[in-house]
């Protein structure tokens, strides 16, 4: 906590979100960008360095408890067990705080769990204008094109001040068509808004403690209330429905877009190309279209992804190549290649130059330097030396039935294609192993592991077994020229 941060931010996330019309999730834990929509308003709110960070909870409070001590530990969940209103909440939460014996002294920014787009610089110059004016309240309103549902700004004729904020439902129809409404964020000076939520009365259309009301308890008690317009309304979109919340998805992910394309990568599709808030990457790293970058994926410099790729929590090293994939967890070297149509599973990790090609899953291994698996494989629980070939449609049996067991295959090897490697087992290094076969025991270093039966032909099969048949024919017309020469042996 800096001289400069608020005393307590308080986020407000105990609604039910029934517009939702979701069963299993409340709605603060539908997810934009990677982030859950409270995680979003945490993290804002994480970027003051506030003395308490508190999350007011009630709906479905269980899975909102957990989720914010598995993500956000940094925040403190306070419940509210019946949701009688945004004042409701906020007395709530500073009750639980005072309990505990925690003074607040100075600012408190509160906010709402719903707005993913809500930033933490928004909230630091709400913070900082309110500071500046010396008011007892500013509010972060909006002119917004659809006002609907929204409380609303009523301003003091005379001198333009913010006098009240008036709700949908309890406004007249002359309020109704003011257009600057409350976005549900503020900032208060801590023991006034204790003062005033003590005044806030449920004498109103929804019959809750409304939040709003003590703009006008506070400016008739003769404080300063001031207000703070956001730069672009889009910025304080709260998300009450699947279409709100696809939305919010959108600009989100455009901000996100945009910073990374002014940092230098090309994304040659933005209408298709999803980026977390956490993704990072370098210069000259290049997006083709219908890619999904998430988690902390990181694209090194001059790398190449997509197009159709999902990399989730992925390391692309410089100038690699990752096309038509599915990665998770996994790390590509520098300059090396997967896909087109690999899968790279959580532990796959290719050195420099490696490549994984086509119809390629690679998990839980290791690939050396300039290693190729190149076609239609299975590589699980190996390490694979620098410079060696596995041939086509080969795979690591890994699995017993019970247990996972390793395959090593050393350096400058070049096993056969169609080969099976029984785990555990081990290639020496620059070892060779022949077409079609099962390697149960290990092969020593230089050696050829061939394990394949003896190929016998039976003459004449097809036209004794398959008479009559394209076969038989083809078979006899191959048999014809021959029969002129006489037969050797
Ligand atoms: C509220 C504001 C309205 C503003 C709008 C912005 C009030 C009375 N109204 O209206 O002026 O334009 O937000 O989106 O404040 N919550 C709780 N506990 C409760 C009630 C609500 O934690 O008892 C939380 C909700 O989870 C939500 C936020 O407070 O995150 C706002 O509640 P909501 O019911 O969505 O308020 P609105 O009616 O939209
Ligand atoms: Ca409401």
Known sequence: MSANSPAAVVVLAAGGGTRMKSNRLPKVLHEVCGRSLVGHAVAAAEELTPGQLVVVIGHMREKVAEHLAAHHPGARAVVQAEQNGTGHAVRTALETLAADGVELDGTVIVTTGDAPLLTGGTLRALAGAHAEQGNGVTVLTAVVPEPFGYGRILRDEADGAVAAIVEEKDASDAQRVIDEINSGVFAFDAKLLVGALAEVTTDNAQGEEYLTDTLEILRRAGHRVGAVVAADYRDILGINDRVQLAHARR?????????????????????????????????????????????????????????????????????????????DSAEVGELATAGPY????????????????????????????????PHLSYIGDATIGEGTNVGAASVTVNYDGVNKHRTVIGAHCRTGSDNMFIAPVTIGDGAYTAAGSVITNDVPAGGLGVSRAQQRNIAGWVERKRPGTTSAQAAAAAAEPAAEVPAEG
């Open 251 to 327: 600009l989100l992910n455009d901000r996100l877009l945009e910073r990374a394309m002014r940092a230098g990568v090309t994304v040659v599709d933005p209408a298709t190309t999803w980026f977390d808030v956490q993704v990072s990457y370098e210069p000259d790293a290049v997006v083709l279209p219908n890619t999904q970058l998430q988690g902390t994926t990181h694209l090194g410099e001059g790398s190449e992804v997509g197009p159709n790729s999902t990399l989730k929590d992925t390391r692309i090293g410089a100038g690699a190549r990752v096309s038509n994939t599915t990665a």
């Open 342 to 373: 690999a899968y790279l599973r959580p532990g796959a990790r290719l050195a420099r130059k490696a490549k994984v090609g086509t119809y390629v899953e690679v998990k839980n291994s290791e690939l050396g330097e300039g290693a190729k698996v």
